[in-house]
């Protein structure tokens, strides 16, 4: 069982920055791929970013690469996703999400309750 939590979520500007924080208990963080998904209103939820057990290997959007960076501390138990030039069409509930591995998404297993960014044009 992991426990994810979400933090650092705000409203912004847009082109400013925040980093997302998604912290974890429960069992070895190390043994789990992490992905960002968002959802904004009326929409489906969308994959963002993924990392990989050790964070070696890094996927994003098209939307958000270049302006968005994944990565992970697994002896902080705590993945990250740092976002620059944020746009108006970024705002949503972000969410990460911890399974065996990257792909399929289907594969997440354990949900934060979402950290809300809102940018204003």
């Known amino acids: 069982q992991v426990q994810l939590v979400e933090s650092g979520g705000g409203l912004v500007q847009a082109g400013a920055s925040l980093r997302l924080s998604c912290a974890a208990s429960?069992?070895?963080?190390?043994?789990?791929?992490v992905g960002w998904f968002r959802q904004a209103p009326g929409k489906e939820r969308e994959f963002v970013a993924a990392i990989s057990r050790s964070g070696a290997n890094t996927y994003y959007v098209d939307s958000v690469k270049g302006r968005f960076t994944i990565s992970r501390d697994n002896a902080k138990n705590t993945v990250y996703l740092q976002m620059n030039s944020l746009k108006p069409e970024d705002t949503a509930v972000y969410y990460c999400a911890a399974g065996p591995r990257v792909w399929p998404q289907s594969g997440y297993a354990y949900w934060g309750q979402g950290t809300q960014v809102t940018v204003s044009s």
């Open positions: 429960g069992r070895t963080f190390s043994s789990y791929a």
